[in-house]
Structure formats: C-alpha cells, structure tokens
C-alpha cells in the first residue's frame, strides 16, 4: 500500500471543498439566480423620457415615482391617464421644487387628478430619480422628469426588469412614504 503524498492529499482537499461550496450554493435560499434585463438610454439623443412614458401607458397595478424634478407635460399626462385606468400612482418629490413654477403646475395637475403627492420635510434634498411599476420594473438614473432632462441635458435612464430588485426599489419607496416625520402630503 502507497503512502499518499502531500500533492494527492491537497488534491483530495481541495475537491472535496468545491463540492461543498457547490452544494451550499445550490441549497441555499439566500442565494438568488436572477436574469435581469436593463435597458440604458441616454439623453438628449434617446430622448429617454419617451420610453418611460410608454412604459406608464402599459402599467396595470402602481407606479410609485420619487423625483427631483418633475416638470414634463408628457410624463404629467401619461400619470393622470394612468390614474384614470385604475393604477396607484404616487409621487415624492423634494420641497425646494416648488418655488419652480412649472413644478408646481405639473403638482397641481397630478394632485388635481386625485394622485397623492408627498414632498420631504428634512433639510437634506429627496434627490432620487426611481420609479417603480407594478412590482416587475423599476428605473434609475440621472434623469429627472423634466422637458430638458429628456430633450436637452446629458442624462441616463436605466429600465431595469428584475422582480428582487424592484421589489427591493418598492420598499425603499414605501418606506419613505409612510415616514410621516421626513415627508407630508402636499396640498
């Protein structure tokens, strides 16, 4: 009987640990395998606000949307319509917008088609660009909802498809809204 060397015992090692990593990969619930579909467009020259848009004309169940600038007729139409289909349509946006005139006439149109609208309270901006739609996709970017964001500036919309991921922008979003301390209805 051969006496194993280090080399074959170190080989034995090692196999026997990329089998267990393997294993634990596979049974493991923590671990999710996700194909996600991200589409980038980039402004102004894939006029990226258009391809929201169309999107807000095919949601069914919500479309939670936290912007720092919100001024496009284009997306204020698509969100009223929206609203009449049936769909929960709610918005965030920062306070220090509103001193622009043409937020608050784009706010007053939303708020006038019965869609909730919250503005934060703390000192700091709600800066963020996101919108989440019926659980299934969600958006980031530089973008806000702004004529010159979709014709003009250099900017980036990131659609993203991935369930874990706009679940996890919905919580977010959520989370926010129901801080009744850092946001308010705005009326």
């Known amino acids: 009987m051969t006496q194993?060397?280090?080399?074959?015992?170190?080989?034995?090692?090692?196999?026997?640990?990329?089998i267990w990593l393997i294993v634990a990969?596979?049974?493991?619930?923590?671990w999710?395998?996700?194909a996600a579909s991200i589409e980038v467009w980039y402004g102004p020259e894939d006029r990226p606000l258009e391809h929201l848009v169309r999107i807000y004309g095919q949601a069914k169940r919500s479309i939670?949307?936290?912007?720092?600038g919100f001024t496009s007729p284009l997306a204020v139409k698509a969100l009223v319509e929206a609203k009449r289909r049936g769909v929960d349509v709610r918005?965030?946006?920062d306070r220090e917008r509103l001193q622009d005139p043409k937020q608050r006439t784009a706010l007053s149109t939303l708020r006038d088609a019965g869609i909730?609208?919250?503005?934060?309270?703390?000192?700091?901006?709600?800066?963020?660009?996101?919108v989440v739609i019926d659980d299934e996709i969600n958006t980031s970017g530089s973008m806000n909802q702004t004529t010159s964001g979709n014709q003009y500036n250099d900017e980036r919309l990131d659609i993203?498809?991935?369930?874990a991921m706009t679940v996890k922008a919905r919580d977010k979003f959520l989370s926010?809204?129901?801080?009744?301390?850092?946001?308010?209805e705005w009326k």
């Open 4 to 18: 194993p060397t280090p080399f074959s015992f170190a080989r034995r090692c090692y196999s026997q640990a990329v």
């Open 25 to 30: 990969v596979l049974l493991s619930p923590s």
């Open 32 to 34: 999710e395998v996700s």
């Open 64 to 68: 939670f949307v936290a912007s720092y």
């Open 91 to 93: 918005i965030l946006t």
């Open 116 to 130: 909730p609208i919250k503005i934060n309270q703390h000192d700091s901006l709600m800066h963020l660009k996101q």
């Open 160 to 163: 993203i498809r991935d369930r």
């Open 176 to 184: 926010m809204w129901n801080d009744h301390e850092r946001f308010q």
